[in-house]
């Protein structure tokens, strides 16, 4: 039985690439260029923070310490509530992050001891 088609069908080249090439086109270029800019882009850029969740300047290092420290306590509540629900890999990946989160926790409290309180 004869084929009426070649296999692959013979059609008009639509890529402008060379057959062989890696080098992409002009356009490809731009659009990578405009896309994804170049560290050095990124590094030249002028950084405006964000306003949208500021932390108060005027806040103490006690105050944010305390804050820290609240903060990871109820992270790692959550995460144990998440964790008794959870069998397997899933499980274990969370009870990792409630030691890094109790870690952290520790951390924060120790700093806390050591802030000269003023008397």
Do not use: C, W
Request: zero cysteines.
């Amino acid at each position: 039985m004869i084929k009426p088609t070649p296999n692959p069908p013979d059609t008009d080249p639509i890529s402008p690439y060379e057959p062989d090439s890696k080098e992409p086109n002009e356009a490809a270029k731009r659009a990578l260029d405009f896309h994804f800019p170049s560290n050095a882009d990124i590094k030249a850029a002028a950084r405006k923070p964000s306003k949208l969740f500021a932390v108060d300047p005027e806040a103490t290092t006690e105050t944010l310490a305390v804050f820290l420290v609240e903060t990871l306590a109820s992270v790692d509540v959550m995460v144990h509530q998440l964790v008794d629900h959870l069998e397997g890999e899933s499980r274990h990946a969370l009870l990792g992050i409630s030691n890094s989160i109790m870690m952290a926790e520790i951390t924060a409290n120790r700093v806390l001891d050591n802030i000269d309180t003023p008397e």
